[in-house]
């Protein structure tokens, strides 16, 4: 069994950054894909960005440029710096390791 707890969300203004992090512990693995995905009511989970144990990063288009995600293996943390957030970032982001384990969601808010 993996845990995830994540941190980070919150209201922001369009334009604003806002960081999440994400904490894994119990089995971990040498080989592993992390990642963030996003949800907002109605609609279908999606990818936002993963990191692999390789350092491969995969990013959604309509975050590229703006999110970055980053890794600290030390500390088994992966984590989302989102900058110039837009209001259709909106969303409950979830921790994501090896597909099969979910933290409990982080809500991030783009508003003025």
């Known amino acids: 069994q993996v845990q995830l707890v994540e941190f980070g969300g919150g209201l922001v203004q369009p334009g604003g950054s806002l960081r999440l992090s994400c904490e894994a512990s119990?089995?971990?693995?040498?080989?592993?894909?992390m990642g963030w995905y996003r949800q907002v009511p109605g609609k279908q989970r999606e990818l936002v960005a993963t990191?692999?144990?390789?350092?491969?990063?995969n990013y959604a288009e309509s975050v590229m440029g703006r999110f970055t995600i980053s890794e600290d293996n030390a500390k088994n943390t992966v984590y989302l710096q989102m900058n110039s957030l837009k209001p259709e970032d909106t969303a409950v982001y979830y921790c994501?390791?090896?597909?099969?384990?979910w933290g409990q969601g982080t809500q991030v808010t783009v508003s003025s």
């Open positions: 994501n390791y090896n597909v099969g384990y």
């Open positions: 119990g089995s971990i693995t040498t080989i592993y894909v």
């Open positions: 990191i692999t144990n390789t350092g491969r990063i």
